[in-house]
């Protein structure tokens, strides 16, 4: 595919939304992908954009009043901890930092800035790695999300441009955040592929949540087993989500792009690699230009190998959007140069991975057939009288 | 947990003299599949299941004209007597009767048979989702210990110290080995690390898809 008019959000303002040195999310996440572009030579000034800091009103599309003068209270220290717990804020997953909102503010400027960039016309695609904190709810911070920027983007998407959003989540947690805040709407659909919640967190996202009232039939979830790997992921991702589009035929896609599916990943318990960080971005931006005239907006998300997955897997989305290809072969030598010093565990030193880094799975068919039997419940609903051939 | 915390107290009946028809409008109007009969004293005397009135109906292939089989009283066809409960049984014990008796419906009675409340199979199977705490988010672990006095108050402080919130616990006895105990827990983290790497350390053998965090990541 033709090189495509791209954005990039990016600015370190997107770099405070720091917990402490000690916790799994960790937004240098967004600076290593960011230099290593840099360094590949795909990411020019010229694409940057600078990340806006999302108003209270714009954040209140979706949270609530208090919810919001409580993380302003606990930006400054100021919430007492009962409060603090009723609004899921300093618990050990999502502890109180001073200028916390703030922070959060600018994640969350960054998505509606990348949506405003492809919704007036000056960019087709854009990107902000910053964002994807699609656990966080209405009045409730959780798994480490304060403010959830893909639902309110996409809130501000329908109010804004009324367009029929299609919100595609690969994180390998459930993204219930997202679905929760669209159960009820026909006009948002949500796919959500991620590890089954039997034992990862939050827990839902099984295959019979369909959605609610005027939005039941919008709602996809496709649970897989722990253990999966490229091929049974690729295969369920890739025939899942070119039917839901089928179906719903949007006007925009929103991405979110967790990196931890990878086996790797500290949290969870998939066993990809590198291979369905290339194809996730390739099927995403056919299916833009397929019904959307390209519009595609691409948000990060959680990843927990932030030096060897997170920094090539979030890459790749932007050398998809911006050449309509993933890069390959050999990283760059600068930026290897530069972090191996910083980095606990040895950088791996290509594009792809060595597919022998995956260990081996004695129980691969069953999980595979299990996953199969999961995309055929899913399947169900992609299917309407009319376009049932 | 006691019956009176689950049980639904505005319950549809109907008296042993209303027609079979009455019962099947009822049965469509309301979603439901048992109608508990009572008498003036609103004494359970029977109960009707949806299958007991599609039974009396007459089958969709065959032409029902000039036939009143739905005009009989409920009471020629209605179960009895009838197995009921009291508001102070347990949750649990209730259970059993619902799979020895295999059936889906037990009216709650005080006082001389009268009716209270009610109890279906779906309301117990929601209870049990509410005991397993599937229902809130969570990270789910499996700890495979011995089966010796104290071992929870253990275990549960490894949690305590890590301040992490248990959702639920469960205890089930390991398949394979009487001599052990299987306990779930679902704890409010999306990051269980630190406290598996703490179960680790104190010695408990972590079950899947845990077990395997050491070689493969």
Not at chain 1, 103 to 110: D, N
Not at chain 1, 291 to 310: E, H, I, P, S
Not at chain 1, 315 to 324: K, S
Not at chain 2, 26 to 53: C, F, Y
């Amino acid at each position: 595919m033709s090189p495509c008019n791209a954005k990039y959000v990016f600015s370190t303002d997107l770099l405070h939304y720091h917990f402490h040195e000690d916790h799994p999310f960790n937004q240098k996440r967004v600076l290593l992908a960011t230099e290593l572009l840099k360094q590949a030579g795909t990411l020019i000034e010229n694409n940057i954009i600078p990340p806006r800091k999302a108003t209270e009103t714009e954040i209140k599309l979706f949270h609530d009043h208090a919810y919001v003068e409580a993380v302003k209270q606990a930006s400054k220290y100021m919430l007492p901890e009962q409060t603090a717990v009723e609004y899921g804020l300093g618990t050990e997953d999502t502890p109180i930092f001073s200028g916390m909102h703030e922070a959060s503010s600018y994640l969350v400027g960054g998505s509606l800035a990348a949506v405003d960039e492809v919704l007036s016309g000056r960019a087709t695609h854009a990107l902000n790695l910053g964002g994807g904190l699609h656990h966080g709810f209405k009045r409730k911070a959780s798994g480490f999300c304060i403010y959830n920027d893909g639902a309110i983007a996409i809130r501000y998407i329908r109010e804004a441009y009324n367009l029929r959003v299609l919100y595609v989540d690969t994180d390998a947690h459930h993204g219930d955040g997202v679905q929760w805040a669209f159960y009820d709407d026909p006009n948002v659909c949500t796919f959500s592929i991620h590890e089954t919640g039997r034992y990862l967190f939050p827990g839902t996202g099984n295959v019979n949540e369909r959605g609610i009232k005027e939005g039941h039939g919008y709602t996809f979830n496709l649970p897989i087993d722990a253990f999966t790997e490229d091929d049974s992921f690729l295969d369920a991702y890739t025939t899942a989500l070119t039917k839901i589009a089928a179906f719903f035929k949007p006007d925009i896609i929103v991405t979110q792009n967790g990196a931890d599916a990878h086996c790797y990943d500290p949290l969870t318990h998939l066993c990809s690699t590198m291979k369905i960080y290339e194809q996730i971005p390739l099927l995403a931006h056919k299916l833009a230009h397929e019904y959307c005239n390209g519009k595609w907006v691409a948000l990060g998300g959680g990843g927990y190998d932030m030096w060897r997955v997170v920094p090539r897997a979030w890459a790749q989305i932007w050398n998809v959007m911006y050449q309509g290809q993933p890069l390959s072969g050999e990283l760059p030598a600068a930026w290897l140069d530069k972090y191996q010093k910083e980095s606990p565990v040895r950088l791996p030193t290509h594009w792809e991975d060595d597919p022998s880094i995956v260990p081996v799975i004695p129980r691969r068919e069953e999980i595979s057939e299990k996953n199969s039997l999961a995309l055929q419940q899913l399947l169900k609903y992609t299917v309407t009288p009319s376009n049932q051939t | 947990m006691l019956v009176e915390e689950i049980m639904k107290t505005e319950v549809i009946t109907l008296p042993p003299t209303a027609t079979i028809q009455q019962a099947l409008d009822l049965l469509n109007q309301h979603k439901i599949r048992h109608i508990p009969i009572i008498d003036k004293e609103n004494h359970v005397i029977g109960i009707v299941s949806d299958r007991d009135v599609r039974d009396a109906s007459p089958s969709i292939f065959e032409s029902d004209e000039g036939s009143n089989n739905l005009q009989h009283e409920i009471q020629s066809i209605m179960s009895h007597p009838v197995i009921t409960i009291h508001p102070l049984d347990f949750v649990e014990e209730i259970a059993k009767i619902f799979y020895d008796k295999e059936i889906a419906c037990l009216p709650v009675v005080r006082e001389g048979n009268r009716l209270v409340g009610i109890v279906t199979e779906k309301d117990m199977l929601y209870t049990m989702i509410q005991l397993t705490g599937t229902h809130v988010q969570g990270s789910h672990i499996e700890i495979k210990v011995p089966h010796r006095p104290g071992i929870l108050p253990e275990v549960t402080a490894i949690f305590g110290k890590r301040k992490t919130n248990i959702v639920s616990v469960l205890v089930y006895p390991s398949k394979d080995d009487p001599e052990y105990k299987i306990l779930v827990f679902r704890i409010q983290t999306m990051n269980p690390l630190p406290v598996i790497e703490d179960l680790r350390e104190a010695g408990y053998e972590l079950l899947a898809p845990n077990h395997t965090a050491g070689p493969l990541k």
